[in-house]
């Protein structure tokens, strides 16, 4: 009677079988990165309410992995810019952006961030994208807290398909 012989990796991947998976290792990090996001909300206007409305209970955002809300820009991967952007706070917007180490992403929440939303004046900053780099819009005036976590997703999915430098 022949003798079976086996090798040590034959072993190795019936032991390993059905446990483990292979990926690439930037598709790794997008999937860690988009269910850990540390938040920095710089909220100046009414559109907080919802923002606070989002994070509560009933809507519950840290269902989605965006549950620690910073106010460290250092230690924030998202700005989350809620409300009306004056000239005279831009500066501000700017010097926190520049603070938060990359990774880092924007979300420009409702109508006065996104473009001055009903305050077409000349205090009032006409799009927070002339300021810094914006990846997703919110619209709305304020936007409806299911509008908020559909910019969330939004987000997530640009984060996991983005190429990420390690
Ligand atoms: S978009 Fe509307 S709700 Fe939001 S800050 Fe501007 S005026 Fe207020």
Redesign the pocket.
């Known amino acids: 009677m022949s003798e079976l012989i086996q090798s040590p990796m034959m072993d190795m991947s019936r032991s390993l079988s059905g446990q483990v998976v292979t990926t690439k290792f930037d598709k790794i990090l997008g999937w860690a990165r988009k269910y850990s996001l540390f938040q920095y909300p710089f909220v100046?206007?009414?559109?907080g309410m919802?923002y606070m409305a989002t994070a509560c209970s009933h809507y519950d955002i840290d269902r989605f992995g965006a549950a620690f809300a910073r106010f460290s820009p250092r230690q924030a991967d998202v700005i989350w810019v809620?409300?009306?952007i004056s000239h005279k706070i831009a500066p501000v917007l700017k010097t926190i952006y520049d603070q938060t180490a990359d990774p880092k992403w924007v979300v420009s929440f409702?109508?006065?961030?996104s473009c001055g939303?009903?305050?077409d004046n000349y205090a009032t900053v006409q799009g927070i994208d002339t300021i810094i780099p914006v990846d997703v819009y919110i619209a709305?005036?304020?936007p409806r807290p299911e509008a908020v976590l559909d910019g969330l997703l939004k987000l997530q999915d640009l984060i996991q398909n983005q190429k990420h430098d390690w």
Not at 44 to 47: D, G, L, R
Not at 110 to 113: E, F, I, T
């Open positions: 100046t206007a009414c559109c919802e809620v409300g009306t409702g109508a006065c961030a939303g009903p305050y709305g005036c304020p």
